[in-house]
């Protein structure tokens, strides 16, 4: 069972904005230590997508972005393209398991 | 270019034992700590276990404590996760994944990700 906890799925209209939420508590996300996103695509290895709350990899387009408040975060995305489906995942750093963990993941239907 | 390959996996009876490699390429291995993370069929995410640069310092999942262990030999460039005592809910894509520090800590993240090894517990 994950610490860090995702909608399981939402949905939008290409050219639309979608925001999806990681909640977490206060031994992770509200120590103030950074929060990491993935993208998996169908069938394919999870990818770094946002890194350090808000840090975009190389190559990453700039409709993603991410942000933090207290003990939650959230990923946007801007201009929903089809390509964007995908299962997107949270991750933190937990002082009390003393190693990482990833959220509950989101399913994101375009 | 990274590249991270797994192998070893397969199908085992529960109970048996199973080991599993990561062979690394395109960066300077025993600078960066690595982990391994699975993920069960249609489920998320779970990390499972990370290993520090030098070694110095291995952690694990309690859901795998006690049965699996990390290890890996810096001057193969390689990684590997020796699976004792598997059970049916140990059945999953196990991916190799790369730290960008030295250790797994607050700053932690996983930069670049294999393209997993399947492992089947069942008799």
């Known amino acids: 069972q994950s610490v860090l906890t995702q909608p399981p799925s939402l949905s939008g209209a290409p050219g639309q904005r979608v925001t999806m939420s990681c909640n977490g508590s206060n031994s992770n996300i509200g120590t103030g230590f950074d929060v990491h996103w993935y993208q998996q695509l169908p069938r394919t290895a999870p990818k770094l997508l946002i890194y350090g709350t808000n840090n975009r990899p190389s190559g990453v387009p700039d409709r993603f972005s991410g942000s933090r408040s207290g003990t939650s975060a959230s990923l946007a995305i801007t201009g929903l393209q089809p390509e964007d489906e995908a299962a997107y995942y949270c991750?933190?750093?937990?002082?009390?398991?003393?190693?990482?963990?990833f959220g509950t993941g989101t399913r994101v239907t375009v | 270019e990274v590249q991270l390959v797994e192998s070893g996996g397969g199908l085992v009876q529960p109970g048996r034992s199973l080991r599993l490699s990561c062979a690394a390429s395109g960066f300077t291995f025993d600078d960066y700590a690595m982990h391994w993370v699975r993920q069960a069929p249609g489920k998320g995410l779970e990390w499972v276990s990370s290993?520090?640069?030098?070694?110095?310092?291995?952690d694990y999942a309690d859901s795998v404590r006690g049965r699996f262990t990390i290890s890996r030999d810096n001057a193969k460039n390689s990684l590997y996760l020796q699976m004792d005592s598997l059970r049916v809910e140990d059945t999953a894509l196990y991916y190799c994944?790369?730290?960008?520090?030295?250790?797994?800590?607050?700053?932690?993240?996983?930069?670049?990700w294999g393209q997993g090894t399947l492992v089947t517990v069942s008799s």
């Open positions: 994944a790369k730290d960008l520090s030295t250790y797994d800590g607050p700053g932690s993240y996983f930069d670049n």
């Open positions: 991750q933190a750093y937990d002082t009390t398991l003393s190693h990482s963990v």
């Open positions: 290993i520090t640069w030098n070694s110095g310092n291995m």
